[in-house]
Every structure is written in structure tokens, then in C-alpha cells.
């Protein structure tokens, strides 16, 4: 395993984290969607990165599978679970190809994963596919709003785009919107809501070393030798025009729960 890799997985679970007042609020609406009828839940994530989601469920003793593609995300959660990790099972893989029998599992959490894969489709099949009659599927997303993180992102994307390179962004807000529809064809009803809201202090510092460890979907289609040579303009068009890069600023954000049961 790389360096980079590990590098990558520490930075997105010191920067991508949830306040644990927020992780508990998170984890009981996700616990109350199930209505268990006696039997003891299991539940599989897709994506389940360094366990920002799972920690507080795998604690509450909940039988959990958590699926990832990148062995450094999970090796980050295997340190994160010793010595509580007799109902974990940790699986590496794609979640287009689920290694689980059909009907296994009580529910699916997916937050933040449908936008990163082209062929989502086959992803949602699957989850589907290993649900239990009367399982539910548990979408998860932020919605955060933040004036300086918002302007160095935009601001990186001019960077990257004067170099010929397109960025696309708002594919995840789209990629919700295209689920939700193919949900509804299948004879679903998803329900959403917003399971809670908070603020935070984040520095123009973290905010920067988020975009150059790529820590976001929309930059991951930009070559890294053009990423490399944009970061340190960026950083001294944050000096100029935002201030020292250790000022913080407050971020706003909401986590919403979009639920569909089978059955």
C-alpha cells in the first residue's frame, strides 16, 4: 500500500469527520429506520471510507459489513475498530459486484459513493439485490455552506480550467436526483429529511490541504501533474485575497436522510 494512499485516507478522516454529537444524531436516525421486527440487524455500507458513518452503529452493537475498494480506507477503520470488532466484517470490493447472497441483510447505507461511479446503476441493483423483503436502503448526504471554501474551490477550478482542463461540478446533487427517479420506477417510495444541522470552524489551512489531497469527487478527473502545478497558486491567491491561512471561518452544514423500503 502507498504512501500517498495512507496519506490520502488519515487526511480525509481528520478533515471529513463528523462532530460525535452530530455521528450520534447521524447513527440513531439510521437505527430507527430500520424497525427491526426481533431479528439482530445486519447492516452493509457501501463505501464505507474510514468509518465516519459506521464507528457510532459498530459501537451501538450492530452486526456491520463495511465494503471499500481502497485498502487504505479500511486499514485506517480496522485501526479505528480493534477490540470491537467481533460483529465487523471488513470487505474489500467493488460495490458493482457485492460478495453477499440475495436477501442478506437487513439495510444498506450509502452516503456520499453514487457520484463516483459512472455506471451506478449496477451499484444500486446490487444493493437492492442483497436487501432483505422489507430491508431499507439508507441514502446519506451533507449539504454544506461555507463562503471561503467556496470561493478556494471555485477559485481552484479556474486554475485547473486555464490549463485545459474542464471541471465538472454539482454531479452529486444530479447523481441524487437520477437515483431517486430509478427508485421510483423500480415501485419504491423514497422518504427524505434532515436528520440534523451544526456549525463548525474550519481554517483557510484545512480548506486547502482538503483540495490538494483531493479529498473531493470533482477533482479526481484532473491529472495530477496539473493538479501539482495549480496548488501553489492557489495557496498564495488564499494568502492574498482570503487572509492568514491559519484564520478560521464558519462552515454550515445539514445531514439528510433519504430512505426506501422493500416490500
Not at 29 to 52: C, H, I, S
Not at 84 to 109: F, M, N, T, Y
Not at 156 to 181: K, P, Y
Not at 225 to 243: D, F, I, Q, S, Y
Request: hydrophobic share 45%; glycine share 6%; aromatic share 6%.
Amino acid at each position: 500500500m502507498s504512501n500517498a494512499l495512507t496519506r490520502v485516507a488519515y487526511a480525509y478522516d481528520r478533515l471529513r469527520a463528523y462532530p460525535p454529537e452530530v455521528a450520534g444524531r447521524i447513527a440513531t436516525a439510521l437505527a430507527a429506520a430500520l424497525q427491526g421486527k426481533g431479528e439482530d440487524p445486519v447492516l452493509l455500507e457501501l463505501g464505507v471510507g474510514t468509518g465516519r458513518i459506521a464507528l457510532p452503529l459498530i459501537a451501538r452493537g450492530y452486526r456491520y459489513l463495511a465494503l471499500d475498494k481502497d485498502p487504505a480506507m479500511l486499514e485506517v477503520l480496522r485501526q479505528k475498530i480493534a477490540g470491537a470488532a467481533r460483529k465487523v466484517q471488513l470487505l474489500e470490493a467493488d460495490a458493482r459486484a457485492i460478495p453477499l447472497p440475495d436477501e442478506s441483510v437487513h439495510g444498506v447505507i450509502v452516503v456520499h459513493f453514487w457520484h463516483l461511479l459512472p455506471d451506478w446503476p449496477r451499484a444500486l441493483a446490487e444493493a437492492l439485490r442483497v436487501l432483505k423483503p422489507g430491508g431499507v436502503l439508507l441514502e446519506g448526504w451533507d449539504q454544506v455552506e461555507a463562503e471561503e471554501e467556496w470561493a478556494l474551490q471555485e477559485r481552484w477550478r479556474a486554475l485547473v480550467e486555464a490549463e485545459g482542463i474542464r471541471v465538472e461540478r454539482g454531479l452529486h446533487r444530479r447523481r441524487l436526483a437520477e437515483v431517486e427517479e430509478a427508485l421510483r420506477r423500480l415501485g419504491l417510495r423514497p422518504k427524505a429529511r434532515q436528520v440534523v444541522a451544526w456549525r463548525e470552524e474550519r481554517s483557510l489551512r484545512e480548506a486547502l490541504e482538503a483540495l490538494e489531497e483531493r479529498l473531493y469527487s470533482f477533482t479526481q478527473g484532473v491529472p495530477p501533474e496539473v493538479h501539482r502545478r495549480v496548488m501553489p497558486r492557489l495557496k498564495a491567491w488564499a494568502e492574498e485575497a482570503l487572509g492568514p491561512l491559519d484564520r478560521t471561518f464558519p462552515v454550515a452544514k445539514s445531514f439528510h436522510l433519504r430512505t426506501s423500503r422493500l416490500g
